[in-house]
């Protein structure tokens, strides 16, 4: 399974995972901060979190914010929980996408940045975090976008040589994998980051039918 490739990668790379991307990290986290304003009364899971950077951009502008964030890296979470230790309203569990513990309707904002280009069931992924969605909520991700020329060479070189890397993605092709799994787009964006980085971010509400077929189901 994909997801002991990368746990055993992660908990490699943990101690020099923040120094080793700094930049990178900085700037597309940013960038995802800034393009999407999110509610300071919003409950976020923040979905193969790494050590918890978008959690401190986060409590920069609201020290309250509810927030959990799961990875399947406990090497990674113990980093991101030494960070936040004094923060009674942030936790970090491991999890996997594929399987997310935690109840139906639960959150208000769900987040994956950087991450989804490794998930080997996307479809899997996008319904469970549509499952822990309430559903007025909305699905945020962030990734690199194929769109861009440098970007495919780059997913064909990490597909040969990165065991963990699954695809980058078109932002059609994401569009479309949203849609499949019954969101509807509520808004995108691509953007450079110098030369290598071609990236783009979603915003994705669960669609209202889906729900209202659900609540219909339950009224026997």
């Given at each position: 399974?994909?997801?002991?490739?990368?746990q055993?990668?992660y908990?490699?790379l943990?101690?020099i995972?923040?120094?080793?991307?700094?930049?990178y990290?900085?700037?597309?986290?940013?960038f995802?901060?800034?393009?999407?304003?999110?509610?300071p009364?919003?409950?976020?899971?923040d979905?193969?979190?790494?050590?918890?950077?978008f959690e401190?951009?986060?409590?920069?502008?609201?020290?309250?914010?509810?927030?959990?964030?799961?990875d399947?890296?406990e090497?990674?979470?113990?980093?991101?929980r030494?960070?936040?230790?004094a923060y009674?309203?942030?936790?970090?569990q491991?999890a996997?996408?594929?399987s997310?513990?935690?109840?139906?309707h639960?959150?208000?904002?769900?987040v994956?940045a950087?991450?989804f280009?490794?998930?080997?069931?996307?479809?899997v992924?996008l319904?469970e975090?549509k499952?822990?969605?309430?559903?007025?909520?909305?699905?945020?991700?962030?990734d690199?976008?194929?769109?861009?020329?440098?970007?495919?060479?780059?997913?064909?070189?990490?597909?040969?040589?990165?065991p963990i890397?699954?695809?980058?993605?078109?932002q059609?092709?994401l569009?479309?994998?949203?849609?499949s799994?019954?969101?509807k787009?509520?808004?995108?964006t691509?953007?450079?980051?110098?030369v290598?980085?071609?990236?783009?971010?979603?915003?994705?509400?669960?669609t209202?039918?889906?729900?209202a077929n659900?609540?219909?189901?339950?009224?026997?």
């Amino acid at each position: 399974m994909n997801e002991v490739k990368i746990q055993k990668q992660y908990d490699r790379l943990a101690d020099i995972y923040d120094l080793r991307w700094r930049n990178y990290i900085i700037n597309t986290l940013t960038f995802l901060n800034n393009w999407e304003q999110i509610e300071p009364q919003a409950s976020i899971l923040d979905v193969a979190c790494g050590t918890g950077e978008f959690e401190r951009l986060l409590l920069n502008k609201n020290p309250t914010q509810k927030i959990i964030g799961v990875d399947i890296s406990e090497k990674m979470l113990d980093l991101a929980r030494k960070k936040y230790q004094a923060y009674s309203n942030v936790e970090f569990q491991k999890a996997s996408v594929h399987s997310l513990p935690f109840e139906s309707h639960s959150f208000d904002v769900v987040v994956c940045a950087n991450s989804f280009h490794f998930f080997d069931k996307p479809q899997v992924a996008l319904r469970e975090m549509k499952r822990v969605l309430k559903p007025d909520g909305k699905v945020i991700i962030l990734d690199w976008n194929k769109d861009y020329f440098v970007c495919r060479i780059c997913d064909w070189f990490l597909q040969i040589f990165d065991p963990i890397h699954q695809q980058f993605y078109t932002q059609a092709e994401l569009h479309q994998l949203l849609v499949s799994t019954k969101f509807k787009l509520d808004g995108s964006t691509k953007f450079r980051l110098g030369v290598i980085w071609g990236m783009m971010v979603v915003r994705a509400i669960p669609t209202q039918r889906e729900f209202a077929n659900k609540q219909s189901c339950c009224c026997w």
